[in-house]
């Protein structure tokens, strides 16, 4: 494939992947998640990645005279920054109050649930019963009813709390 065509398919490549990685990461932000936004989210940015990248190599000479100017330098350094500064731990595991809820809700039984969620015991069990949970003992953790039914927390609670 010569440096014309690669250059002719990579820009609709890269433009192509970031509409469609931008809008379902954009529902994911949005907790809007139906269908399989998710998993095209995830493999959609690595086809942008490697678009990108590609762009970049077979319009070398043109992104190499970009960082001669003082904007192209200045974008490329702030993303690079941006890019470590996110590897930084700022917030130390277990104060973010999002992850420390779900933390407790996980190892809260099915019956402290249902009291959070005002709904009776019996009731909870018929919904998870009608998606094919078993529940052994509703004095059970949710971490325990998922590891006894082979299904991830993330499907129970979306099966309770749906």
Do not use: C
Not at 36 to 58: N, R, T, Y
């Amino acid at each position: 494939m010569n440096n014309t065509m690669l250059k002719s398919i990579t820009t609709p490549l890269v433009a192509g992947a970031f509409i469609i990685s931008a809008s379902t990461g954009l529902m994911i932000f949005f907790d809007f998640e139906p269908g399989i936004v998710e998993p095209v989210h995830e493999w959609m940015s690595w086809v942008l990645v490697s678009g990108a990248l590609l762009h970049v190599l077979v319009n070398w000479s043109a992104f190499k005279s970009s960082l001669r100017r003082k904007t192209g330098g200045a974008f490329i350094v702030g993303a690079v920054a941006i890019a470590l500064l996110s590897l930084y731990p700022w917030v130390e595991e277990g104060e973010d109050g999002r992850k420390k809820a779900v933390k407790s809700l996980e190892k809260a039984s099915l019956v402290s649930v249902s009291g959070v969620l005002e709904a009776g015991v019996d009731q909870m069990l018929a919904k998870l019963a009608g998606n094919g949970v078993e529940v052994m003992d509703p004095e059970n953790s949710l971490e325990e009813i998922a590891e006894q039914n082979d299904i991830e927390k993330k499907e129970l609670f979306g099966i309770i709390f749906e």
